[in-house]
């Protein structure tokens, strides 16, 4: 069993930046993809970003891609995202994941969650 921390949410302004860490325990961290989604309430789960087990291989969601970035420290068992550019709309509850095998974008597919940490920015 994996368990998963996040934190580091809280309240900026458009155009701030704000990072988000992840802390892992109860497994082998250097062995799982990681990934950050986001959800607002009455709407499906977004995929944000993900990296493989190396770090060596990342990958973003659309509205994202260019202010975010993804990167893990497997010495730390930590993973963090890294937010630039703050727009109202990515206002959301963003989870980490975890999953064994190679990264993905699909939600289902990430079996460990961590309990979520609020980011709201303000316009």
């Known amino acids: 069993q994996v368990q998963l921390v996040a934190s580091g949410g809280g309240l900026v302004q458009a155009g701030g930046s704000l990072r988000l860490s992840c802390v892992a325990s109860?497994?082998?961290?250097?062995?799982?993809?990681m990934a950050w989604f986001r959800q607002v309430p009455r709407k499906e789960r977004e995929f944000v970003a993900a990296?493989?087990?190396?770090?060596?291989?990342?990958y973003y969601g659309d509205s994202v891609k260019g202010r975010f970035t993804i990167s893990r420290d497997n010495a730390k068992n930590t993973v963090y995202l890294e937010m630039n550019s703050l727009k109202p709309e990515d206002t959301a509850v963003y989870y980490c994941?975890?999953?064994?095998?190679?990264?993905?974008?699909?939600?289902?597919?990430?079996?460990?969650w961590g309990q979520g940490t609020q980011v709201t920015v303000s316009s």
């Open positions: 994941a975890a999953r064994l095998g190679p990264l993905s974008a699909t939600m289902h597919e990430y079996a460990y």
């Open positions: 109860g497994g082998t961290f250097s062995m799982y993809a």
């Open positions: 990296i493989s087990w190396s770090g060596g291989t990342t």
